[in-house]
């Protein structure tokens, strides 16, 4: 027999078996003498206990032999001694036979008599018709047995350490009913520990501080009484719980001493906990401790959170912040990810992801704090990963719980992750449960917008529409430049390319290779900090060549024209304001930016715009002076310019008819279809009931299209029973026979519904000869060059008693607040320039007031001459 030595208690094998290890950390197995015990025992691992070695068996294998003694508890009691009086052993058949010592043979005497009381009073395993605890050691589901104990905190023993996050325990369902399976430690993932393959007999090492993982939970749970809650099953059908010492969850333990490394597999389980968990293993980063010995700590951004303005939304997880110094950069939500294009589920809903967030955030103030950066990658630049909260709400999970964002799984190491992944995970699960978003099995409700700028013939059609509306929503989806922009109006489902009215903005440059106007630059990016994917209003006045609406973009109800005027980064365009209607807020805006000496104007001569104003002033200044820059606005204002297309040019003196383009024009378009329905009808082909009296108004056919007009019948030749009438709408005339006239539903389309369209109007500066020959010559060349053309009239004089506008005619483009530079450019120069028209020699005295324009017409009308030009051509024909 051995003396007494002493030895920590690592676990209990058995009721009679003990796993003993010294200082040295060398283990030994014990078994108490001349026992042997049915149920396994669980009071003592962990103590220090002394014990005496009494006999040894020789083991058949391993060539070992096992020792089997007596443990002195620090109770005072002695084993077997005390399990053998409860009842919870009994004596070995052969035990005489080891009792060859004295000590033995004392000790086998007095368990003797011990065994004899206990089987007396039917303790333990005496006891008779005992209920027997049932072990199970394999569950056939492992996912409803886990659905049916999810969240209860069960009462365990850990029987056995395979590794710091795999433990094998004992659950004890109730009294009667134990679980005995593998359970891993929700969370974490620690090393492996060394392993030996048993069907080849190599060995695995162990991964570093796997083996110390290991310790570190033994020494504080094998053989211990703990409580398990289960949180859910691993791909491999095991259980995955919560696993929970007296002193706390030996997961967050495992974490600070750097033996183990945070999962996110489990995040969604765990919920507020992994917070504790994270935290954790940022401690034991931070002190280098375990498996990040030697690793940099965990890096911040040193700035912390800095404010910002969203300038732009490019998806729904990569937006554009512009800080207090204007500077402009790029930044990604952390940690989530926009729908994948690459998914047709998820694709759909990216357009409806962005304008989630756009409506949110564009344009607001925001705080952000980096959370790391993303590498350059081949296609990808680098990247910031920041945190993004508007009022307190983070920008990520907002996407997240409404399905427009997934989140992405980082990996173990990635740092560069946010704040509250754990959150984004929750939200994830719960939004694909809600099937919320991207996750939704309906298809994404987000509306296609119809191109009406596409063509010209599109554009007019919308324009009808529009027209009528005042102050229509709209989402400016793109700037082109200062004064032009790309927008949608979801309640239409329309995509416009909307151009400003009333200024004119300097362009910018349309590519690497282009060079932009001065201040071409600086008006575009105005505007796109002003209105890119802002929420705006417009009204539509009119469309352009190209099929662009021109109109008012107003931003948070102020017009947009008069903010980029101000600036100084546009002028104002004297012909489109006046026929938006804005013309005095923008001249007054540009006066405050000349004043200002603001963009355009840095370099404003107030005496060189005084001049210039003179240009187009129409009279005398009432107070006497030379243009004082505070009568530049209002004289500006005075300028009549009206769109118009010439419809008829009179071969008998070169007058025209003008119709006026906009909402007249269109409510002609529109009777001239009903009028052409109402003659369909047979019961409306009625002959006139008498003869019709001049002055009268009639539905006419005309005879070179065959199509029916309003007319008034001019004069009547009752001998031939003719009239003489006139196509009130276009100007032009012939005589028609008095059966092939209608009457007028004066209620649907007289004169009341729609007045006269076709306007009198004569050419400014402008004398057409008297021959016949020329004069034919001349209305024919009109005629050519006006046909079917929208053109501006420049209104020089209102002629009322004779009922006549005298106009220059000029392209859209020519009109300008310049009055003399579009009259230099204009159809009445050019037909002077042919030889077709002489300056006149009796002046009007409006005509009197524009000598510069005169001047000029003057030496056209020379070179013409010079070049024997139409009326020239056999030489001058004013001279007599």
């Not at 920041?386 to 740092?415: C, F, K, P, Q, W």
């Not at 001249?587 to 200002?596: I, L, P, T, V």
């Not at 500006?636 to 040019?649: E, H, I, L, P």
């Not at 006026?660 to 009625?686: P, R």
Request: charged share 30%; net charge neutral.
């Amino acid at each position: 027999m051995s003396a007494t030595q002493e030895g920590r208690c690592k676990s209990v094998l058995s009721g009679d078996t003990l796993i003993l290890q010294n200082k040295a950390k060398q283990e030994r197995t014990l078994s108490l003498a001349f026992i042997n015990a049915p149920r396994l025992q669980q009071d003592e691992p962990g103590k220090i206990l002394h014990f005496r070695v009494l006999y040894n068996i020789p083991q058949k294998t391993g060539g070992g032999a096992r020792d089997y003694g007596v443990v002195f508890l620090p109770s005072g009691q002695t084993l077997p001694d005390a399990i053998v009086q409860e009842g919870w052993a009994k004596l070995r058949d052969d035990a005489d036979r080891k009792a060859e010592s004295p000590q033995a043979s004392e000790l086998l005497e007095r368990l003797t008599a011990l065994e004899a009381h206990a089987k007396a009073d039917g303790k333990g395993v005496w006891q008779t018709g005992a209920k027997h605890v049932q072990n199970v050691r394999e569950i056939p589901d492992p996912k409803a047995f886990v659905e049916e104990h999810k969240g209860e905190a069960i009462e365990a023993v850990v029987e056995r350490v395979l590794s710091g996050d795999r433990l094998i325990c004992r659950l004890m369902i109730s009294p009667g009913q134990h679980v005995t399976t593998t359970v891993l430690v929700a969370g974490l993932r620690s090393p492996s520990t060394a392993r030996t393959n048993p069907s080849d007999g190599t060995s695995q090492p162990a991964e570093p501080y796997g083996n110390e993982a290991q310790a570190f939970v033994e020494e504080r749970l094998l053989q211990r009484g703990v409580q398990v809650r289960l949180l859910g099953v691993s791909p491999s059908n095991l259980l995955v719980g919560e696993v929970r010492h007296p002193v706390g969850n030996i997961a967050e333990f495992l974490l600070k001493e750097g033996f183990a490394r945070c999962t996110d597999h489990h995040s969604t389980w765990l919920g507020a906990e992994m917070g504790k968990l994270r935290q954790a293993e940022r401690e034991a980063k931070e002190q280098q401790k375990g498996l990040f010995k030697g690793s940099a700590g965990v890096q911040r951004s040193a700035a912390g959170e800095t404010e910002a303005t969203v300038s732009r939304i490019f998806s729904a997880d990569t937006l554009f912040i512009r800080n207090k110094a204007g500077a402009e950069k790029r930044i990604n939500l952390s940690s989530v990810r926009q729908p994948k294009p690459s998914d047709p589920k998820q694709a759909s809903f990216g357009a409806e992801a962005r304008e989630f967030l756009r409506k949110r955030v564009i344009g607001k103030h925001v705080k952000v704090r980096i959370d790391g950066k993303r590498p350059a990658t081949e296609g990808y630049e680098e990247r910031e990963m920041a945190t993004v909260t508007s009022n307190n709400a983070n920008l990520a999970l907002t996407l997240v719980e409404n399905g427009y964002a997934s989140v992405i799984r980082h990996r173990m190491d990635d740092t560069d992750r946010s704040p509250i992944y754990d959150e984004l995970l929750a939200a994830e699960e719960t939004a694909q449960k809600d099937q919320k978003g991207m996750w939704s099995t309906k298809p994404s409700k987000q509306p296609t917008y119809v191109d009406y700028s596409e063509s010209l013939e599109k554009a007019k059609r919308q324009l009808a529409l529009l027209s009528r509306q005042k102050k229509v929503p709209a989402i400016v989806d793109f700037v082109k430049s200062g004064s032009r922009f790309t927008v949608l109006v979801p309640r239409d489902n329309a995509k416009l390319t909307f151009v400003l009215g009333g200024i004119r903005a300097p362009r910018s440059a349309r590519g690497p290779s282009d060079v932009a106007e001065p201040f071409g630059q600086e008006a575009h990016d105005f505007a796109t900090r002003r209105c890119q994917q802002r929420d705006v209003e417009i009204d539509v006045d009119d469309t352009d060549k190209q099929g662009g609406f021109i109109g008012t973009l107003y931003v948070n109800r102020e017009s947009f024209s008069k903010s980029l005027v101000e600036e100084g980064l546009a002028s104002v365009h004297a012909y489109s304001a006046e026929k938006s209607g804005n013309a005095n807020e923008l001249f007054a805006a540009e006066q405050r930016a000349k004043e200002g000496r603001k963009g355009m104007w840095h370099d404003w001569d107030p005496s060189k715009d005084a001049e210039e104003n003179g240009e187009y002033t129409d009279a005398p200044l009432a107070n006497g002076t030379n243009g004082t820059n505070g009568d530049a606005p209002s004289s500006k204002a005075k300028m009549d310019y009206r769109d118009v297309t010439v419809s008829y040019v009179d071969p008998l003196n070169g007058h025209l008819k003008l119709q006026m383009l906009g909402s007249g024009k269109q409510n002609l378009d529109s009777l001239m279809k009903d009028f052409a329905n109402f003659h369909i009808s047979s019961a409306n082909n009625k002959a006139l009931p008498g003869p019709p009296k001049a002055g009268d108004v009639v539905s006419a056919k005309f005879s070179q299209d065959g199509v029916w007009y309003r007319a008034r019948v001019r004069r009547n030749d009752r001998e031939n029973k003719t009239s003489e009438i006139v196509y009130i709408d276009y100007g032009n005339s012939e005589t028609q026979p008095w059966s092939s006239l209608r009457a007028l539903d004066t209620d649907k389309f007289g004169l009341q519904k729609l007045k006269p369209q076709a306007v009198d109007a004569a050419l400014s500066f402008v004398q057409f000869p008297t021959n016949a020959e020329y004069l034919a010559e001349s209305c024919k060349m009109l005629d050519e060059i006006t046909y079917d053309r929208s053109l501006v009239a420049m209104v020089d004089f209102n002629d009322t008693r004779d009922n006549l506008l005298w106009v220059t005619l000029v392209e859209p483009d020519e009109a300008s607040g310049s009055g003399s530079d579009a009259k230099l450019k204009s159809l009445n120069a050019e037909v002077i320039a042919e030889g077709l028209a002489t300056v006149p020699t009796k002046l009007k005295p409006f005509e009197k007031q524009s000598q510069d324009v005169l001047n000029e017409f003057k030496k056209r009308e020379a070179e013409a001459k010079a070049s024997r030009l139409g009326i020239f051509e056999y030489g001058d024909v004013t001279e007599d």
